[in-house]
């Protein structure tokens, strides 16, 4: 995630006149994210949501006499985590229980935060990893909350292909449920998404796919199967869907426009490759084979139905 530059008026005053300062805002080649603070709005636009999130967060400590410390959602973008339909326009903070007071723009929580519990991020006083995630899994939807925990187990756990420290993970949760039991709400909830969340998911999409899933009736759902390739180096596929005897794959679009993920490939050629991929799985396992993508997640009725093009079902 690259970082958007904040701009502070005393700094762009410099440089340009108030009413200069002024047009700019007017005419949106700049964008004021609090009163003082500013980015040019061609980087704003073009940048993810995580980004901003976080921007939002460095633009209320720039104007806060003492810096706050984010949590929660804001907490988890500063950490490099994916945020799915979660509040991208306020910043989430924790605060002592007396103090008082709100400010626009800011979801305020109040709690004590135990030592260890608070790191420095580029500048940013942040909750720690574990604590964010005990945070919103407490508070968050349970769609929202699993992809955050998924992703920090991710980060943490998943050293390369095939390769997850089960034992890590699950001190993981354990610690973050330690921390939701000492808040008088939310524990049953918590305790709820740390159990299902599994690092091996790679993307926010197989999060709500396994959610999904799940809701359709699928019970045996293995991550990431490894399976016999044409050389030295096996296949990955997203999911294996025992109940059925078949495969599922999650296939976000970006795969397709990701300069990373093309590493100098045309889209034409990657998705080739893809194809030349799923024809040997299907040959050499004699499985089903499904792929879908985000207009398949909305509902579990609407991946039933995908499912159901490829004859896949869950038990009855």
Same mark, same amino acid.
């Not at 935060?113 to 005990?134: C, F, K, M, N, W």
């Given at each position: 995630?690259?970082?958007?530059?904040?701009?502070?008026?005393?700094?762009?005053l410099d =440089?340009?006149?108030?009413?200069?300062?002024? %047009?700019?805002?007017?005419?949106?080649?700049?964008?004021?994210?609090?009163?003082?603070?500013?980015?040019?709005?061609?980087? $704003?636009?073009?940048?993810?949501?995580?980004?901003?999130?976080? +921007?939002?967060?460095?633009?209320?400590?720039?104007?806060?006499?003492?810096?706050?410390?984010?949590?929660?959602?804001? %907490?988890?973008?500063?950490?490099?985590?994916?945020?799915?339909?979660?509040?991208?326009?306020?910043?989430?903070?924790?605060?002592?229980? +007396?103090?008082?007071?709100?400010?626009?723009?800011?979801?305020?929580?109040?709690?004590?935060?135990?030592? /260890?519990?608070?790191?420095?991020? @580029?500048?940013?006083?942040?909750?720690?990893?574990?604590?964010?995630?005990?945070?919103v899994a407490?508070?968050?939807?349970?769609?929202?909350?699993?992809?955050?925990?998924?992703?920090?187990?991710?980060?943490?756990?998943?050293?390369?292909? @095939?390769?997850?420290?089960?034992?890590?993970?699950?001190?993981?949760?354990?610690?973050?449920?330690?921390?939701?039991g000492r808040? =008088?709400?939310?524990?049953?909830?918590?305790?709820?998404?740390?159990?299902? =969340? @599994?690092?091996? +998911?790679?993307?926010?999409?197989?999060?709500?796919?396994? #959610?999904?899933?799940?809701? #359709?009736?699928?019970?045996? #759902?293995?991550?990431?199967? =490894?399976?016999? /390739?044409?050389?030295?180096?096996?296949?990955?596929?997203?999911?294996?869907?025992?109940?059925?005897?078949?495969?599922?794959?999650?296939?976000?679009?970006?795969?397709?426009?990701?300069?990373?993920?093309?590493?100098?490939?045309?889209?034409?050629?990657?998705?080739?490759?893809?194809?030349?991929?799923?024809? $040997?799985?299907?040959?050499?396992?004699?499985?089903?084979?499904?792929? $879908?993508? $985000?207009?398949?997640?909305?509902?579990?009725?609407?991946?039933?139905?995908?499912?159901?093009?490829?004859? #896949?079902?869950?038990?009855?």
């Open positions: 995630m690259t970082p958007l530059t904040l701009l502070r008026r005393d700094e762009l =440089a340009i006149t108030p009413r200069q300062l002024t %047009a700019a805002v007017a005419t949106g080649a700049l964008t004021r994210l609090r009163l003082g603070v500013y980015v040019e709005s061609t980087a $704003w636009n073009a940048a993810k949501p995580e980004a901003r999130v976080v +921007a939002r967060a460095q633009a209320l400590a720039l104007s806060c006499p003492t810096p706050p410390v984010v949590s929660h959602e804001t %907490a988890a973008a500063s950490h490099g985590l994916p945020l799915y339909r979660a509040d991208r326009h306020r910043v989430h903070v924790i605060t002592p229980r +007396a103090r008082p007071g709100a400010a626009g723009g800011v979801i305020r929580h109040r709690g004590e935060l135990a030592e /260890g519990e608070v790191i420095e991020i @580029d500048g940013l006083r942040v909750t720690s990893l574990v604590r964010t995630v005990s945070d407490r508070t968050a939807t349970f769609e929202q909350a699993v992809t955050v925990a998924d992703a920090a187990l991710r980060q943490q756990f998943v050293t390369g292909p @095939d390769e997850y420290d089960f034992e890590g993970a699950e001190r993981f949760r354990q610690e973050s449920l330690t921390i939701a808040s =008088a709400h939310g524990l049953t909830r918590a305790r709820r998404v740390l159990e299902f =969340a @599994d690092g091996r +998911a790679q993307l926010p999409g197989e999060s709500i796919s396994r #959610i999904r899933l799940r809701e #359709i009736g699928f019970r045996t #759902i293995r991550l990431q199967v =490894a399976v016999p /390739g044409r050389g030295m180096h096996p296949y990955y596929v997203d999911f294996g869907l025992e109940d059925a005897n078949a495969f599922g794959e999650f296939d976000g679009a970006i795969k397709y426009v990701d300069g990373k993920i093309l590493d100098g490939r045309t889209s034409s050629q990657v998705f080739d490759e893809e194809k030349q991929r799923e024809d $040997w799985i299907r040959g050499t396992t004699q499985r089903s084979y499904a792929r $879908w993508g $985000w207009p398949h997640l909305a509902t579990a009725a609407d991946l039933r139905a995908r499912l159901e093009d490829f004859s #896949i079902r869950p038990p009855r």
